[in-house]
């Protein structure tokens, strides 16, 4: 069992920048495809970004350009640049980990999960 805990979040002005971290424990990250998730209230959780075992990444077309995902194995750790903000970014951000390959936009593949941190961009 690996458990993720993210931080990072923040208020801060539309066209502000936040990174997000997340942090790993029981486990080493190495062996996991990570993910970035987003959920606003009331709203379906939506794909954000995934970055794969070999270094490979994938965004959702609303922060391609915007978002850079990023992990360091040696400090067990993932990371979310989020530059030029948007209101619509706002929402409750959680990280990821699953083991097999699959879809990387799919939440439900899956295994783990972190607590999630909260985004508020500001008009």
């Known amino acids: 069992q690996v458990q993720l805990e993210e931080s990072g979040g923040g208020l801060v002005q539309a066209g502000g920048s936040l990174r997000l971290s997340c942090a790993a424990s029981g486990r080493a990250l190495s062996v996991y495809h990570m993910g970035w998730f987003r959920q606003a209230p009331g709203k379906e959780r939506e794909f954000v970004a995934a970055?794969?075992?070999?270094?490979?990444?994938d965004y959702a077309d609303s922060v391609k350009g915007r978002f850079t995902i990023s992990r360091d194995n040696a400090k067990n750790a993932v990371y979310l640049q989020m530059n030029s903000l948007k209101p619509e970014d706002t929402a409750v951000y959680c990280c990821a980990a699953k083991l097999g390959f699959g879809s990387t936009w799919n939440a439900l593949e899956y295994n783990y999960w972190g607590q999630g941190t909260q985004v508020t961009v500001s008009s």
């Open positions: 970055i794969i075992r070999s270094g490979t990444t």
